[in-house]
C-alpha cells in the first residue's frame, strides 16, 4: 500500500495498528507480506475508494470497514491476521472474541470480477485454522476445508490463498476447521465482488451497506462465549454488535439504497423493514433474474444463505430495520427466567436484587416492567431491553437498527442526522374527548327447559416432564 493510499485509509478509519511481530512470522517471510492492518474501533467506517485496480462504487461495513490492498504485478494483495479480540458489543460491553485484523466480523474484502487476489492468512489462535471463501467458484485447492482440500495452518503459520474472483455477488468468508469453536468465538467476515461492466441485472445505487447477522451465547457478567451452545443463544447481532450499540443507515431522500447481509447463525431470520417496500436483487448465487423479482417488506435468510435487498429512500423519517423474531431483537436474556405476568412481585424482586444480582423475573405486567425497576447489572452486560429515542424507551436490542432518511443528507455523507423532525400533524397523539359505550356480544340463549346447563370450559396447559403417562399399553 502506498503511503499516500495508507494516509487516505488512516483519515477514513481512525485508529490503526502496525505489522505482525516479527516472532510470528520470519523476516524474510515479512518482506513478501503485504502491511497487516489492524482496526479496534467499532466505528461504521467511511467507503474506502478505490485508488489502485479498476474503479467501482464501494461499500460501507456497518460497524465495520473495508481491508485495504496493494497491487502486485496485476494482483491484488490483502493480509488477515487470525487473531484473539476485543469486540464492543455496545457500550459498556465488551465481548472477548476471535477475528481478523482487530475485529469481529473481520475487514470486507472488495474486488472486481475478473481480478486475481491473493490473501495472505497468519494465524495468530492458539490453535490451528483454515478460511473457506463461502460461495466462491475457485480452485478446489483454494476452498479452505482443513482435511479435505489443504492443511490446516498451524498457529504461528502463514498461509496463501490465490485465485480469480469469477462472478460478482455478496458472498462471505469463515473457518472450516474446529468450526463450530471458531465460528462460535466471532470468525467470519464479508466479500463483495463488484461486476467489471454494466449488467442489466446489477443497477447502480446511491448506498451499498453489509453486514453479517452472528449470534453468542455470552452468560451476564461474563465476557467470553460458551462455545458449545447450539440453540440458547442470547445476543443476536448485527456484525458483532447489539441494539443500542448498532450504528444506523443514513441515506439521502430519494437514494437508491442497496443492503447485503448474510447470516451464520444457526437459526433463520425474517428481516424486515418500515416505510419502505424492497426487492431482493441477489442471493447466494448472484443476482436474481427479473422474472422472479417482487416487492416486500420481508425477507427470510436461512443458515448460511445472503441476502441483497434495494430500495427507493423516498419517505423520510427514522424507520426500523430489524430480525421480525422478537426474541432476536432483545438482549442477553436469561433462558430460565420465569413468567409473573399478574402477580405483583416488584418490591419482593428489589430486596432480592440486592442479594442477588443475576435474580430476575419478568415484570408483571410483562418485560418492559423490568426496565423500570432500576434492578442492579451483572458487571459487563447490556440491558435486555434498552435504547432510548425521541419519544422515550425503544424497549428493544439485539438485531434492530433504524434507517434514517433525510432529504437534506449530503450525496455521499454516512453521518448520523439525530432524530427526526416530524412535520406538525403527523405523530400518533392522544384522544381526549368522550370514548363511546364499547358494542359487546349478547349473552347466549338460556338451554331449553330439561336440558342439561352448560359448564364454562378452561383450558390449562401443562408442559409434560419425563416419561410419565406414556408407557406402552
Known sequence: MTEHNRRSFLTGVGAIAGAVSAATVGKVAMAALPEPVIQTLPDTAGPLAPKTGRPYNPVVTLNGWTLPWRMNNGVKEYHLVAEPVVREMAPGFKAHLWGYNGQSPGPTIEVVEGDRVRIFVTNRLPEHTSIHWHGQRLPNGMDGVSGLTQKAIPAGKTFVYEFVARRPGTFMYHPHADEMTQ??????????????????????????????????????????????????????????????????????????????????????????????????????????????????????????????????????????????????????????????????????????????????????????????????????????????????????????????????????????????????GTVAYEFTGQLPEPARARSPARPAAGAAPSKDVEVRVRKPSGSSGHGAH
Not at 448506498?207 to 443476536?236: C, H, K, Q
Not at 430519494?254 to 451464520?264: A, E, M, P, Q, S
Not at 422478537?326 to 433462558?335: F, I
Request: proline share 7%; charged share 20%.
Open 183 to 424: 465460528m462460535a468465538m466471532g470468525m467470519m467476515g464479508f466479500w463483495v465482488t463488484h461486476p467489471k461492466a454494466r449488467t442489466p441485472l446489477i443497477e447502480e445505487v446511491d448506498r451499498d451497506f453489509v453486514f453479517l447477522l452472528s449470534a453468542y451465547d455470552v452468560e451476564p457478567g461474563s465476557y467470553t462465549p460458551r462455545i458449545m451452545t447450539m440453540l440458547d443463544f442470547n445476543l443476536w447481532t448485527f456484525n458483532s454488535r447489539i441494539f443500542p450499540g448498532i450504528d444506523s443507515m443514513n441515506v439521502r431522500r430519494g437514494d437508491k439504497v442497496r443492503i447485503r447481509f448474510g447470516n451464520l447463525t444457526m437459526t433463520n431470520h425474517p428481516i424486515h423493514i418500515h416505510g419502505h417496500e424492497f426487492t431482493v436483487t441477489g442471493t447466494d448465487g448472484g443476482p436474481t433474474p427479473r422474472s422472479t423479482r417482487w416487492k416486500e417488506v420481508t425477507t427470510d435468510v436461512a443458515v448460511g444463505q445472503m441476502r441483497q435487498v434495494e430500495f427507493l429512500a423516498d419517505e423520510e423519517g427514522d424507520w426500523a430495520f430489524h430480525c421480525h423474531k422478537s426474541h432476536h431483537t432483545m438482549n442477553a436474556m436469561g433462558h430460565g427466567v420465569p413468567t409473573m405476568i399478574g402477580v405483583d412481585h416488584r418490591d419482593v424482586a428489589r430486596k432480592i436484587g440486592r442479594l442477588v444480582p443475576d435474580y430476575m423475573v419478568m415484570g408483571e405486567r410483562g418485560m418492559a416492567d423490568m426496565g423500570e425497576m432500576e434492578m442492579p447489572l451483572p458487571d459487563n452486560t447490556a440491558p435486555m431491553m434498552t435504547g432510548q429515542g425521541p419519544f422515550g424507551g425503544l424497549e428493544m436490542g439485539g438485531m434492530f437498527t433504524t434507517v434514517k432518511v433525510r432529504h437534506d443528507q449530503k450525496p455521499g455523507d454516512y453521518g448520523d442526522p439525530g432524530w427526526f423532525r416530524h412535520p406538525p
